[in-house]
C-alpha cells in the first residue's frame, strides 16, 4: 500500500484568514443577511458560526478547557446530530450581534487560532480524529487540514451568496480542501465490491483540480497518487465549481448530475457522488 503523503495547510490559513476579513468588512447591511447554500443560514450566520469554531479552539487549545457537559454519544449519527444542535445554538443566540462585532471578534481569534495550531506537533495524536474519513485516530496535521476545508469552505458559501466566488477558488487553496476531501474515498467506498485490480479515476476540473486514484487490492479499497498502470477501468470527472459544493453537501446529487461525467462502470463511478467530507 502507498503511503500517503501529509497535506500541508498551515501557511494557508493566515491568507484564508486575512481574504476572510477583507471579503467581511467590504459587504453592504444587505449582503449580511443574504441567504446561503446552508439551509436556513444566512451569510451572517455563517460568519457567526466561523466564530465559534475559533473561539472553541481557543477554549480548547490554549485554555485546555473542555465543557463539562457529556452527550450520550453511541453513534456516528448521534455525534452528527449533537454537532447540529451545538451549531444551531449559537447562531441563534449570536443572532443579536451586529455584523461588526463578528467580523472584529473572527480578526481577532483567527490569527490566535493559527498561533496554537502552529504549536501543534503535526504527528502526534489529534485529539479529535477526522470521522467522516473513517478513522478513530488522526494526527494533527490531518486534524488541522479538516479545520482547513471547514474554513474554506464556509467562506466560499459565503462568496457564492454575495457573487464573489472566485478569490479563493485559486490552485493554491484549492487543491488542498480537494487533497484533503478525497481522503473520504476509501471509507465511501468501504461496502462497494468490485474485482482486484479495479482502478477507478476521480478528477476536479479547472484551477486547484487534480485527479485522485482508488484502488481495489486484497478485497479491498485504497487511494493512490500514483496508480499501478495508466489506463483506468473507470472514470469520474466533476466539475471544479460545484466538487466543494457536492462534498459539503452544498448541492443535491441530482443537481450535480449535469456537471459530472461518468465512463465505465456507471453504479461505481456514481457513488462518488454519495461522498461527504463533512460531519453530516
Partial sequence: MQQLPTIATLELFP???????????????????RPTVCKDWSVKDIASHLLDGNLRRITLYRDQYQSPEKPDIRSYRDLVDYLNQLNNSWVRATRR?????????????????NELFNALPPNEPAIFSV???GQDTSPNWFH????????????????LA??????????????????TFMRALPHTY???????????QVSVTGEGGGNWYLYRQQQAWQLLYNPPFQHPSDQVTIDGKIAWRLFTKGISREAALPYVSIDG????GEHVLSMLSVMA
Fill in 15 to 33: 491568507i484564508l484568514h486575512e481574504k476572510l476579513i477583507t471579503l467581511l468588512r467590504s459587504l453592504s447591511a444587505e449582503d449580511w443577511h
Fill in 97 to 113: 450581534f451586529s455584523p461588526r462585532i463578528i467580523t472584529d471578534l473572527l480578526e481577532q481569534t483567527g490569527e490566535e487560532v
Fill in 131 to 133: 470521522a467522516w474519513a
Fill in 144 to 159: 488541522i487540514a479538516r479545520e482547513y476545508t471547514e474554513n474554506w469552505h464556509h467562506q466560499q458559501q459565503i462568496r
Fill in 162 to 179: 454575495v457573487d464573489q466566488p472566485d478569490g479563493i477558488m485559486t490552485a493554491e487553496l484549492y487543491y488542498p480542501l480537494l487533497d
Fill in 190 to 200: 468501504r461496502e462497494i465490491p468490485a474485482e482486484d485490480g479495479t482502478l477507478l
Fill in 265 to 268: 462502470n456507471r453504479p461505481l
